[in-house]
């Protein structure tokens, strides 16, 4: 068994942080199903601006929002690029072939394309 990248969101901006909150990340909608990554999935995130890496689960907000909350909005400010990552365990035979789905936004979390593409944006 591998451990192989299966979802990233690329070079994301955080656009806002709230320390008074249970604790996640809310990523806007479409974000989450270009990346195929559900609600309460467990996904890292690596702070580009100040080096950070940490683990939360996603939790799905609006259109574009990418926001730290609880513990983690220490770990980031308003402003500063994230890539999301989640991960995936597979066969090795799999593992072999596999493609990670990469989504590439703009500095406004507006997908710009997807790695592979992508037919229906859904749960």
Excluded at 56 to 62: L, M, P, Q, V
Excluded at 81 to 94: C, G
Excluded at 98 to 104: G, I
Aim: glycine share 6%; net charge neutral.
């Amino acid at each position: 068994m591998r451990t192989m990248l299966k979802s990233k969101i690329h070079r994301a901006r955080v656009t806002g942080t709230q320390l008074d909150y249970e604790g996640s990340i809310a990523i806007g909608r479409e974000l989450l199903c270009a990346a195929d990554i559900l609600p309460h999935e467990m996904v890292h995130v690596l702070n580009v601006n100040n080096g950070e890496r940490f683990t939360t689960y996603a939790i799905e907000g609006d259109s574009g929002q990418v926001s730290l909350r609880g513990a983690a909005a220490r770990l980031a400010q308003k402003g500063d690029i994230v890539i999301i990552l989640t991960y995936e365990t597979m066969a090795e035979s799999e593992a072999r072939s596999w493609e990670p789905k990469v989504v590439y936004v703009d500095e406004k979390n507006v997908i710009k394309k997807f790695n592979p593409s992508l037919d229906a944006l859904s749960f």
